[in-house]
């Protein structure tokens, strides 16, 4: 007998019981655990399952979307968590070079958390924060998604990208900011990035905070030139920097601020690997903390959720956004720490602490890099919780340095 014996079990029962000696490993994608032996035992069973299941091995895909399983419908989903899905190994295809940039396969790790599901503790409230939060509006959130889904496409070498790059760099400009469009190579063409900068009063050495989302749209479907209003991925989350980036500049910060609207995402991370490569060894140490916003307006859960996605050097900043969550917002939460496909990467291959905010169960939205991806299917109430929680974090960041994130030059 070859393989694997396998089952899963409601995260609560495990917790309960812990994972039994029969059990050898076990891997936890939020409320649901995988249990698994390596040598199956025809006497002893797995706990918790009359009726085990049998693998040749167990990997974990992380997919963008439904990436994985459009392409490869022939490939039996053993445990599905949206972003990530746990399949036979043996089944695996090896990805082409496209499918690359969309979805990735490794051996689920033994003992060890895929996806947590956080205990919320909400903080102590204030009305500093309160009140910067009341700042945030809605009208002014949907007003922003319609310019940017204004063009057919914001392909990252498009005139319809160019003019969203535009409008956003004259809004980012009007609040105050100091604007340059940058220049980037996007694979073979050209394309740019959107930066803007704002000075903090700090006296003494002061940090960066980086506010980042991708500005690019596509249509897998129906090709480069295809209608692509990109409304979920990514005008949500551009939007949402261009919001807060509005609500930040009413106020001074001692540290100093940027705002990065990336072009080239989709073919590649083009914009965000292109800036953080050009940043110097004391910028990127200058750095406290980088949230991305990528997809942040489509609900697929009966309650609005959000994944924050990052990996070790990120766990302060992770833990600051899960109590921001409980404390201004009522976002059901999930983490990850591995990090893929989306603009913190750069980032935290960097070294720098840097947390993806997206959609709970992005894998519902069928609609992601197709012509369907409108306006009309996203939910604006859920954009906003996301954005509240992704302020309050950012007000602490600006003014101060939260425990256990790390800045060269601070003791």
């Keep these: 007998m070859t393989g694997i014996e396998f089952a899963t079990v409601p995260g609560r029962l495990f917790e309960a019981d812990g994972a039994d000696t029969r059990a050898t490993h076990w891997a936890r994608l939020a409320d649901e655990v995988v249990v698994w032996a390596d040598a199956p035992d025809p006497v002893r069973r797995l706990p918790y399952s009359a009726s085990p299941r049998r693998a040749a091995g167990l990997a974990l895909v992380t997919q963008v979307g439904r990436s994985f399983q459009d392409a490869h419908p022939d490939v039996t989903v053993l445990v599905d968590h949206g972003r990530h899905l746990v399949v036979d190994a043996e089944a695996v295809p090896a990805p082409t070079a496209d499918e690359r940039l969309n979805w990735r396969t490794e051996p689920l790790e033994r003992d060890a958390v895929v996806v947590d599901r956080p205990v919320l503790a909400a903080r102590e409230s204030d009305s500093v924060t309160a009140d910067l939060l009341a700042l945030l509006s809605r ?153 991305n916003m990528d997809m942040v307006g489509r609900r697929n859960t009966a309650e609005p959720g959000v994944l924050l996605e990052g990996a070790p050097v990120s766990r302060a900043l992770i833990d600051d956004l899960v109590a921001a969550a409980a404390t201004w917002t009522g976002l059901a939460v999930s983490t990850s720490m591995s990090p893929f496909a989306s603009d913190h990467v ?31 299917t996203l939910d604006p109430a859920l954009a906003m919780e996301i954005l509240r929680m992704n302020l309050a974090v950012l007000a602490g960041c600006l003014d101060g340095i939260p425990e256990g994130i790390r800045v060269a030059d601070y003791a």
């Excluded at 063009?151 to 760099?169: L, Q, Y």
């Excluded at 063409?189 to 960066?208: D, F, H, K, Q």
């Excluded at 980032?347 to 009309?376: C, K, M, Q, W």
């Design 139 to 291: 009208s002014s959130y949907l007003g922003q998604l319609e310019r940017i889904t204004g063009p057919t496409t914001r392909h990252s070498t498009s005139s319809g990208f160019a003019d969203a790059a535009a409008e956003a760099a004259a809004d980012l400009g009007s609040f105050g900011y100091v604007v340059a469009r940058v220049p980037i190579a996007v694979g073979a063409g050209r394309g740019s990035n959107v930066v803007a900068n704002r000075v903090g009063s700090g006296e003494a050495t002061r940090g960066l905070i980086v506010v980042t989302a991708h500005l690019d749209s596509v249509n897998h479907e129906g090709g480069e030139s295809a209608p692509a209003p990109g409304a979920d991925d990514n005008a949500s989350g551009a939007a949402g920097v261009l919001e807060l980036g509005r609500v930040l500049a009413t106020r001074g910060w001692r540290h100093d601020l940027r705002l990065i609207l990336f072009g080239g995402e989709e073919q590649g991370l083009f914009g965000s690997i292109e800036h953080v490569a050009g940043l110097s060894a004391g910028e990127r140490e200058r750095i406290i903390a980088v949230i």
């Design 346 to 376: 750069p980032f935290i291959n960097a070294g720098v602490p840097a947390v993806l905010t997206i959609e709970d169960n992005d894998t519902a939205n069928r609609d992601v890099h197709s012509a369907r991806d409108v306006l009309s």
